[in-house]
């Protein structure tokens, strides 16, 4: 009888250490995160005791909640501790009014002393015309610029 009970006793467990053997490694489970992680471009994961935890930055929040359930989804993972950040948008382009953008470029030209160039603008584009020389043209196409229209056509003709 005791030998029976005996045997029982290291059979059982032997059975205790064989299912406490199969639970997934961090290592492996960090691995299948990753994997399912691969259609997230900038998200990192590590797992310790079966907890995921995602870093690095995505675009938007529909992006950070689908790769958090991603990662909720593998076999082994036990919570998920998101770290994600969005991505702050863009700020927007500021354009400034057409009178604003008349006055400033015709001073712009005044200062420069090109008497032979003109600007008309028009739903945020400058045009300028006339004649300048190729010495003159970069600096003021840099003036120009400074005054953040939304396009400018140069149809200068170049002396």
């Known amino acids: ?27 492996d489970i960090e691995k299948n995160v990753t994997t399912a992680l691969g259609a997230y471009p900038g998200v990192q994961v590590t797992v310790t005791d079966g907890v995921a935890t995602l870093s690095g930055e995505v675009a938007d929040e529909a992006t950070r909640s689908a790769a958090e359930t991603a990662a909720k989804g593998v076999k082994g993972v036990k919570s998920v501790n998101s770290k994600l950040t969005v991505t702050p948008p863009p700020a927007p382009v500021v354009i400034n009014p057409d009178t ?14 090109l ?4 600007a008309a603008v028009q ?20 003036k120009i610029n400074e005054l953040k229209p939304k396009k400018i056509e140069n149809k200068l003709t170049i002396k």
């Not at 045997?7 to 205790?16: I, N």
């Not at 190729?134 to 840099?142: I, P, T, W």
């Open 1 to 27: 009888m005791k030998s029976i009970s005996r045997s029982l006793w290291v059979l059982f467990l032997m059975g205790a250490l064989t299912f406490t053997g199969c639970k997934p490694k961090d290592a």
């Open 123 to 142: 739903d945020g584009v400058i045009t300028l015309t006339g004649e300048i020389k190729k010495s003159e043209l970069q600096g003021l196409m840099m």
């Open 115 to 118: 008497s032979k160039v003109q």
């Open 100 to 113: 604003t953008l008349q006055e400033t470029a015709n001073s712009a030209i005044t200062a420069l002393n």
